[in-house]
Nanobody, 123 residues
Framework: QVQLVESGGGRVQPGGSLRLSCAHSGIAWDRYAIGWIRQAPGKKREGVSC????????VYANFVHGRFTIYKDDANATVYLQMNRLEPEDTAIYYC????????????????WGQGTQVTVAA
């Protein structure tokens, strides 16, 4: 049974940082990639970042502008999203998602996603 469990969300001031974690289990990890997607109230879901299992290469949405870093810890079956210089526009529920092997079109049709973790950026 595939499980994706997010944690690490919270409320921070603009300019602050958060690290989100995605603990995954039950996945044939070498056949997939793991991505982070987000959805703000009244807005469409959008892909934030994705990491490929086979070589650890990464992709980021344009709006990240070098502020976020996705990385994986295979020994602990966890994928992280380090978010720095957070802005109010980053406020959303962040989901860890099971993506296709190459991260192609990540965020559009994830195979599965977790329950999400709320990130709120406000003064």
């Amino acid at each position: 049974q595939v499980q994706l469990v997010e944690s690490g969300g919270g409320r921070v001031q603009p300019g602050g940082s958060l690290r989100l974690s995605c603990a995954h289990s039950g996945i044939a990890w070498d056949r997939y990639a793991i991505g982070w997607i987000r959805q703000a109230p009244g807005k469409k879901r959008e892909g934030v970042s994705c990491i490929r299992s086979f070589d650890g290469s990464t992709v980021y949405a344009n709006f990240v502008h070098g502020r976020f870093t996705i990385y994986k810890d295979d020994a602990n079956a966890t994928v992280y999203l380090q978010m720095n210089r957070l802005e109010p526009e980053d406020t959303a529920i962040y989901y860890c998602a099971l993506e296709n092997y190459y991260c192609s079109g990540y965020g559009l049709k994830p195979a599965q996603w977790g329950q999400g973790t709320q990130v709120t950026v406000a003064a």
